[in-house]
């Protein structure tokens, strides 16, 4: 992150250009990952590039909670579920959770889901089986947060929420970011709601503003772009 904003501080200062600063970006991501950053047309991804830019600090903490005596107990971390917040989320798809849905399925419950996830362990104070829960609870509030989408089946809406000590803390959509034909874009979204696509390719420069707001679109209207030539891949969430 702190090298996008010296690249991008230089082009304010007009002592570089756009694509040179992104030049610059691509040869240190390809130093360090080559696989996942090869020069070129095609082989980049976007999932990891963002855990590179916003990193991996965990925002929360995590126990094992048992309903029955309300006993908090240390988490064991060498079980595979996910166990932090943090400022990117991977969302995969997980067909037994999301087949208890009767209706369309959000990123806010699946935060909902692993932030208090059923597990088959027993409570070491009474000994119970079946009322046991992994909960994640936040410590900090991260300013932001990114979703990777590798559930196709998930949708986003404008606003998600947790709460941390008391307080609902509210975040607020403010951009989208979409694949299909070995090629991304994305949309981005202003204070007051409106929507802009951009297509490198088609756009160049500039923004696209779509016939759409925020506050009155379909949330599923979002699940694709370009006459659903793209499929959403990653929504990106800023705190209000």
């Given amino acids: 992150m702190n090298e996008l904003k010296t690249q991008f501080t230089l082009f304010t200062q007009h002592k570089q250009s756009l694509e040179a600063g992104r030049n610059h970006v691509r040869k240190k991501l390809h130093d360090i990952d080559a696989e ?4 070129g047309q095609m082989g980049g991804h976007i999932d990891v590039l963002v855990h590179y830019t916003f990193g991996s600090k965990s925002y929360s903490i995590v126990h094992q909670l048992c309903n029955r005596c309300n006993a908090l107990t240390d988490w064991d971390f060498s079980l595979n579920l996910q166990t932090a917040i943090c400022s990117v989320m991977d969302v995969y798809p997980d067909c037994k959770w999301s087949s208890t849905f009767q209706r369309p399925y959000y990123v806010q419950d699946w935060l909902q889901f692993i932030m ?6 027993v409570c070491e104070q009474c000994e119970d089986e079946t009322c046991q829960y992994l909960q994640i609870s936040l410590t900090e509030i991260p300013p932001l947060i ?5 559930d196709s089946g998930i949708n986003v809406s404008s606003k998600i929420f947790f709460h941390c000590n008391g307080e609902m803390i509210k975040y607020t ?3 989208l970011s979409y694949f299909g034909g070995y090629h991304f874009t994305s949309r981005f979204i202003s204070g007051d709601g409106s929507i802009y696509y951009h ?7 500039s923004l ?6 925020l506050d009155n679109i ?5 699940r694709y772009a370009d006459n659903k030539r793209k499929i959403l891949i990653g929504a990106i969430y800023i705190r209000d």
Wanted: glycine share 8%.
């Fill in 116 to 121: 208090m996830q059923p597990i088959n362990k």
């Fill in 199 to 205: 297509d490198g390719m088609t756009c160049g420069n």
């Fill in 146 to 150: 990114y979703f990777n989408l590798y």
């Fill in 173 to 175: 959509l403010k951009g």
């Fill in 36 to 39: 996942s950053f090869p020069y």
């Fill in 208 to 213: 696209q503003q779509e016939n759409m707001n």
């Fill in 218 to 222: 379909e949330d599923q209207s979002l």
